[in-house]
C-alpha cells in the first residue's frame, strides 16, 4: 500500500471543509493531494478511510512543553531526577503525546530534549518531533537556581539550564544551545513569582539584547518566559519571536506584539484550577485567565497552542488537548484549532508542516466529530488514527 486516502469531513488548518479528499504518499511522507471529493483522482493502490461521523485535521502541535519527568513536583523534584533516568521516562510521555494526536512538540527547557529529538528523529522511539531548546538560558539566582544549594551544586543540578550574566555570557550561553544541537532558544525575562508574589524581571536590557542577536544570527528563533508588564516590554523591544506564558499582557503590548508579528503563548492549563494564598499572585493569574486572552484576541495577537505540561507528578502528558479547550473559550473553536496547527507551525519554524495541503508532511490526525462544532473531540479516547510523516503509528482506538 503506497497511497492512504481519507474521504470525509476536514479541517484543513485554517477552515472546515465538509466532503473532501486527502490523499497521502506514504513512500514519501508527504500529503499527494487534497480537495474536494471529485477533484483528485484516486490512486489504484490506495487503502481508503471514510469518514463516518469523524473529522481528519493536520497533527495537533504543542507548542511548550517540558520532559522533566519527575515524580514529584516542582524545582527540587525535576533537579533531582538524574539526566539519564528522565529521557528514559520521557519514552513512555513521547508515546502518549503521539497516541493522543500530537505530531510535533516544542520543549523549552528539559534534562537531555536534543537527546530526545535525536531518539525520535532516529526512530529509536516513537514520539512526535520535537523541537528543543537543549537548555533554558537564566541569570544567576533566577527560579532554576535553588538557593537552598551552594552556587555551583544548584546549577550543576539544575542541567537544563545555562546560567548567564553580562551581554557576553548570554551570547556565549547561545553558542552552547546551537553547539548542543538546539532548535529555539528560550529565555527568562523574568522568574515566576517571587516570596510576597511579586514578580521579578530578569536580566538588562543589553543581556536580552545579546541573546537575541546571537540567536538571530545563528538563524535560531527566540521565546521569552515573561510575567509581568516591565518583562514582556523588556522582550518585545528586543524582537523576540515568541512571548511565553505572557501575565500581565497591556493594550500596547497587544498591539505591538501584532505588528512585530511576536506570536503568543498563554500557556493557561498550567494556572486553571489552582488557589493561590498570595492577593497579587491570585489577581495576576485572575487577570491572565480572562482579560489578557481577551486582549490578545480583540488585537489579533498570533495566539499558539502550548500548554506547559511538564511531566511531573502535578502536571502528567496525555491530555495536553485541554489547552485547546481553554483557549477556544476566547478563541472560538476554530480559532483554538488554528492555534494549535497552522500558526503553532509557523512559530514553530516547522517549514510545510500544519495544513492539509499538497506537498506538505503528512502529519495527520482523525478525531470522532466535529471539534469546530465540540472542542472536546480533541480528547485523546476521540483519536482513531494518527499518521505521521505517511506512516499509520495509530489506529482503531
Not at 537543549?134 to 532554576?144: K, Y
Not at 489579533?300 to 506547559?308: A, E, K, L, N, Q
Given at each position: 500500500m503506497d497511497t492512504l486516502v481519507f474521504r470525509g469531513r476536514a479541517f484543513d488548518g485554517e477552515r472546515l471543509c465538509q466532503d473532501t479528499m486527502l490523499q497521502i504518499d506514504v513512500r514519501s511522507g508527504l500529503i499527494s493531494g487534497f480537495g474536494e471529493r471529485g477533484e483528485l483522482e484516486l490512486a489504484r493502490d490506495a487503502k481508503v478511510v471514510q469518514l463516518e461521523g469523524s473529522t481528519v485535521l493536520p497533527g495537533l502541535i504543542d507548542g511548550h512543553l517540558h520532559f522533566y519527568s519527575a515524580k514529584g513536583s516542582g524545582v527540587g523534584a525535576w533537579a533531582a531526577v538524574p539526566d539519564t533516568l528522565a529521557v528514559l521516562r520521557a519514552v513512555g510521555d513521547l508515546r502518549r503525546l503521539l497516541s493522543a494526536g500530537f505530531t510535533a512538540v516544542r520543549e523549552l527547557g528539559s534534562k537531555g530534549g536534543v537527546h530526545i529529538a535525536q531518539g525520535v528523529e532516529e526512530g529509536a522511539f516513537p514520539g512526535?518531533?520535537?523541537?528543543?531548546?537543549?537548555?533554558?538560558?537564566?541569570?544567576?539566582?533566577?527560579?532554576?537556581?535553588?538557593?537552598a544549594f551552594p552556587l555551583e551544586l544548584a546549577q550543576q543540578l539544575a542541567s537544563y539550564t545555562h546560567f548567564c550574566d553580562g551581554p557576553w555570557e548570554c551570547r556565549r550561553a547561545v553558542r552552547k544551545v546551537v553547539r548542543d544541537g538546539g532548535r529555539v532558544v528560550k529565555f527568562y525575562a523574568s522568574g515566576a513569582f517571587s516570596r510576597g508574589g511579586r514578580v521579578q524581571p530578569n536580566f538588562t536590557a543589553e543581556e536580552i539584547g545579546a541573546i537575541v542577536d546571537e540567536a538571530h544570527r545563528a538563524g535560531l528563533k527566540v521565546a521569552a518566559h515573561a510575567y509581568g508588564e516591565e518583562a514582556i516590554l523588556s522582550a518585545v523591544r528586543a524582537g523576540v519571536d515568541s512571548v511565553e506564558h505572557g501575565l500581565g499582557l497591556t493594550p500596547a503590548l497587544a498591539r505591538e506584539m501584532s505588528r512585530k508579528g511576536i506570536f503568543y503563548v498563554p500557556t493557561l492549563v498550567t494556572y486553571q484550577g489552582k488557589s493561590y494564598s498570595n492577593r497579587s499572585k491570585e489577581q495576576l493569574v485572575k487577570r491572565h485567565l480572562e482579560e489578557d486572552?481577551?486582549?490578545?484576541?480583540?488585537?489579533?495577537?498570533?495566539?499558539?497552542?502550548?500548554?506547559?505540561i511538564v511531566g511531573d507528578a502535578d502536571r502528567p502528558h496525555g491530555r495536553n488537548y485541554e489547552e485547546i479547550v481553554a483557549e477556544a473559550k476566547f478563541l472560538g473553536n476554530t480559532g483554538a484549532l488554528v492555534a494549535a496547527t497552522s500558526t503553532a507551525a509557523q512559530c514553530l519554524g516547522l517549514q510545510d508542516c500544519g495544513l492539509l495541503k499538497k506537498g506538505f508532511h503528512a502529519n495527520v490526525i482523525v478525531v470522532r466529530g466535529d471539534p469546530t462544532v465540540d472542542i472536546q473531540a480533541l480528547a485523546p479516547e476521540n483519536v482513531t488514527h494518527v499518521v505521521k510523516s505517511g506512516v499509520l503509528v495509530a489506529s482503531g482506538q
Open positions: 512526535p518531533e520535537v523541537v528543543s531548546c537543549s537548555r533554558a538560558l537564566a541569570q544567576t539566582g533566577e527560579d532554576d537556581d535553588p538557593p486572552m481577551e486582549l490578545a484576541a480583540k488585537h489579533r495577537v498570533s495566539v499558539v497552542m502550548g500548554s506547559d
